[in-house]
Nanobody, 126 residues
Framework: QVRLVESGGGSVQAGGSLRLSCAAS????????MAWFRQAPGKEREGVAG????????YYGDSVKGRFTISCDTAKRTLYLQMNSLKPEDTAMYYC???????????????????WGSGTQVTVSS
């Protein structure tokens, strides 16, 4: 497992932007898949975006397509989530996750990942 620490959350108005970061405790090898999940109060944790490091292929949940961008800087051992055009319904705790294998089309499944960060809060006001 790898230790993950998220940062970059905060409070913004609707239409604003934030960039989340997830720092890994060691090098992120090409075999890794990583993802961002979020959980709002009273709701299940849902997949927001995923990436397979080996190919750079990215995956997005329907609610964030065209607004969020996931990327990874392996040299900095950091995963990012650029969030634009934020909406109040994006308010949630955001978590990053990692697993040392491809997840493919199952990137949004929580049980696929074996490393999790403790989360960073994003609050979007209308």
């Amino acid at each position: 497992q790898v230790r993950l620490v998220e940062s970059g959350g905060g409070s913004v108005q609707a239409g604003g932007s934030l960039r989340l970061s997830c720092a890994a405790s060691r090098y992120i090898y090409s075999m890794y898949s990583m993802a961002w999940f979020r959980q709002a109060p009273g709701k299940e944790r849902e997949g927001v975006a995923g990436i397979y490091i080996g190919s750079g292929r990215t995956y997005y949940g329907d609610s964030v397509k065209g607004r969020f961008t996931i990327s990874c800087d392996t040299a900095k051992r950091t995963l990012y989530l650029q969030m634009n055009s934020l909406k109040p319904e994006d308010t949630a705790m955001y978590y990053c996750a990692a697993v040392p294998r491809p997840t493919g089309d199952g990137w949004f499944r929580r049980d696929y990942y074996n490393s999790w960060g403790s989360g960073t809060q994003v609050t979007v006001s209308s």
